[in-house]
């Protein structure tokens, strides 16, 4: 416990936020170029203070495959290859083949992954970011293992109860806890869902004055929860067919002020970020957390 007052109160000088994004925008290329500092746009270097402490645990399907590549086309130098990847998309696969219920595999692995980044943080200071990729295979993954095999529970299928419910919450609080420490940066990639709109809803929207509302992909309790319990959430947004001056590299940037139904936004992010931040360090920076400005521009005095 630490007792401060009002004006001695700093919550955290790390990150532990929420980047959400429809499906197959890019986020994770831009948050793993963002991290770096290497975006066209950048000019005051990367959160990190070196490549070798981002550390990307791949979970979602080629997760990582297209963050090298962009680089390149970022004209990012090769020492920004030197990040860390976790590639679990084998052991995600591994749950989907499981005949069997509470199946806590893939849970231990994730504790053992955070054991090795505790010590490869213990074992090369500086400053650390950690991009979870994604929330929403996390969640999924874990919600099979617990669940077990899909199937009719007349003819011996598995499925969720109200036990399994409160054991797949608990496993997805207890990540969260585990992995926003105040020892490194922490980005929880997640997807929103916004259900289609058939002409049966738009006819049931006038007559009961409702809407389709958008959602994070994570199912039950566990996901309404989630986004109260980071201290930052961004929505990723993406002008498509609009690149950066004479690049190919398309402009992305934080949207600070969505409009999202499952959540308002993130605490200061009114006060001091504007509501458009495309550099990540600068925004990072501006929220007061720590930033390393690995391949920093000389001129730059920020």
Request: proline residues 4%.
């Amino acid at each position: 416990m630490k007792k401060q007052t009002i004006e001695e109160y700093v919550p955290s000088t790390y990150a532990k936020a929420l980047a959400v994004a429809e499906a197959k925008m890019g986020k994770t290329v831009f948050l793993a170029a963002g991290g770096l500092g290497v975006l066209p746009w950048q000019k005051f270097g990367g959160v990190v203070d070196d490549p070798s402490h981002m550390h990307i645990v791949s979970l979602d399907a080629n997760a990582a495959g297209g963050v090298g590549s962009f680089l390149d086309m970022c004209g990012a130098d090769k020492g920004a290859k030197k990040v860390n990847v976790y590639n679990l998309q084998d052991d995600v696969r591994k749950v989907a083949q499981s005949t069997y219920d509470k199946n806590y595999d893939f849970y231990n692995l994730m504790i053992q992954v955070l054991h090795d980044i505790e010590s490869r943080v213990k074992s090369s200071k500086g400053i650390h970011l950690v991009l979870m990729s994604s929330l929403t295979t996390l969640a999924q993954t874990l919600e099979r293992a617990i669940a077990g095999p899909p199937g009719d529970p007349d003819k011996g299928g598995l499925g969720m109860d109200q036990n399994k419910w409160t054991e797949y919450a608990r496993q997805i609080n207890e990540l969260r806890n585990l992995y926003q420490q105040d020892s490194w940066h922490l980005i929880w990639e997640g997807h929103v869902y916004r259900p289609p709109d058939t002409s049966q809803q738009a006819s049931r929207r006038t007559v009961e004055g409702g809407d389709k509302k958008e959602t994070i992909q994570v199912s039950g309790k566990a996901g309404f929860q989630f986004p109260n319990n980071v201290e930052q959430v961004f929505r990723v947004r993406r002008n498509y067919g609009q690149t950066f001056e004479k690049t190919k590299v398309e402009e992305m940037y934080f949207d600070t002020r969505p409009t999202m139904d499952f959540v308002p936004g993130g605490r200061l992010f009114t006060e001091k970020l504007d509501p458009r931040e495309p550099d990540m360090t600068l925004a990072f920076y501006k929220l007061g957390l720590s930033v390393g400005r690995w391949g920093a521009k000389k001129s730059s005095k920020k």
